[in-house]
């Protein structure tokens, strides 16, 4: 009963952080979404994809990495032009809200920004229970993974309010069945938006992006 | 600092029973193996790809299989013939030595056998801190997660003893780079032994069974 109650704990003071970014966030106009995935889904792929659409559509956005170790994602990320801060989390698999408040101040410090995109640590768990502070959670599930993870790891899509299904360009080679997915999703969270997306070939990407940046304009009236 | 003394004491303890499974199986001459991955990655695929090799090697096996929710990986390996017994861990991201400690009767329960095939939760950060007791860890990586997965989760990679390239039939459409995957890998860990599958096309599993009953008939010795 101990570990539950200090795990309890850990996730009220969590919440408590997270209320904060919510409120700091929401008080400067920014619009924030916390990326979700397995490992390899494809999290940053996306983010480098949506780039050029962002900015035809003048959304001013920076990106939060979080991984176990090193920067590879944050590199990839302002080697587009886009500003990157790297979180290295050592041993944990998410982020926490404590850490995305620290990550603040730097947020702020890039003029008139209007989205912040938060990619966690690739774990299909624990990102679930830890609210960071964003508007949106989105959730990226890849063709190669297949169509059942939403019955698998149900917590993860109930969190989330956008589902974007990845690597379509996969889909033919392997046994993945999209409507079937969209199915199970649907059966874990009904109120999930979906989107299909392809990084290879670019399919869509820009609606996705568009969708995106409707969300924070909307956010900034 | 009260949170990692908690952390480490739980690992400590993990570890105890961990030791506890190891020598209650190596007792009983049966080989244990602990496969993790990203969710997605082909943990289930590759054990119903075997089952016909290892029959045919004259292995008797048996599966343990954790999972958040429902019973759906037990029962695709149920469907082959094999036993499996599906673990429930709720919101926990990975399995723990109690677990295996309480499935240990369910294992006895199968007179002869060999080889204890444990697949984990999908996760690729904390079953890396969890040992289960198993005699291996094997890591399965897919050619569509990305030939970077061991510089960013050096972890899991480190604490295995065989990983497995599975996916190989989709190499051909991502950018993954198979030999910069396995330079990876060596850099993290140089005594890993790699092995390349597919479960589509069958590519590599013969020899990949061929080595796990090998493994498990030196154990019985």
Redesign the interface.
């Known amino acids: 009963m101990h570990?539950i109650l200090?795990e309890e704990k850990?996730l009220a003071r969590n919440d408590e952080i997270a209320a904060e970014n919510r409120l700091a966030l929401s008080s400067r106009g920014i619009y924030s979404v916390n990326l979700v995935s397995?490992?390899?889904?494809g999290k940053t792929s996306l983010i480098e994809s949506m780039t050029q659409h962002l900015k035809d559509l003048a959304v001013s956005f920076a990106v939060v990495e979080g991984?176990?170790?090193?920067d590879?994602d944050a590199k990839r990320v302002e080697s587009r032009g886009v500003p990157a801060l790297q979180i290295t989390t050592g041993?944990?698999?998410h982020l926490d809200a404590h850490q995305i408040c620290h990550s603040l101040p730097w947020v702020y410090g890039h003029e008139g920004l209007e989205l912040l995109i938060i990619e966690n640590?690739?774990?299909?768990?624990?990102p679930a229970?830890y609210d960071l502070g964003e508007d949106a959670m989105i959730t990226i599930?890849?063709t190669?993974?297949?169509d059942?993870?939403p019955?698998?790891?149900?917590?993860i899509f109930s969190a989330s309010e956008l589902l974007v299904i990845n690597?379509t360009?996969?889909a033919p080679?392997?046994d993945f069945d999209i409507k079937k997915a969209r199915e199970n999703a649907l059966k874990v969270n009904p109120y999930l938006k979906i989107f299909e997306t392809s990084c290879r070939t670019g399919d869509g990407i820009k609606e996705f992006a568009g969708y995106l940046a409707a969300l924070t304009k909307s956010k900034m009236k």
Chains 1, 2 share one sequence.
């Open positions: 570990e200090i850990i397995s490992p390899g889904a991984d176990l170790e090193g590879f041993r944990a698999c640590v690739g774990n299909m768990v624990c229970e599930m890849s190669a993974e297949g059942d993870k019955l698998k790891y149900p917590a690597k360009d996969l080679y392997t």
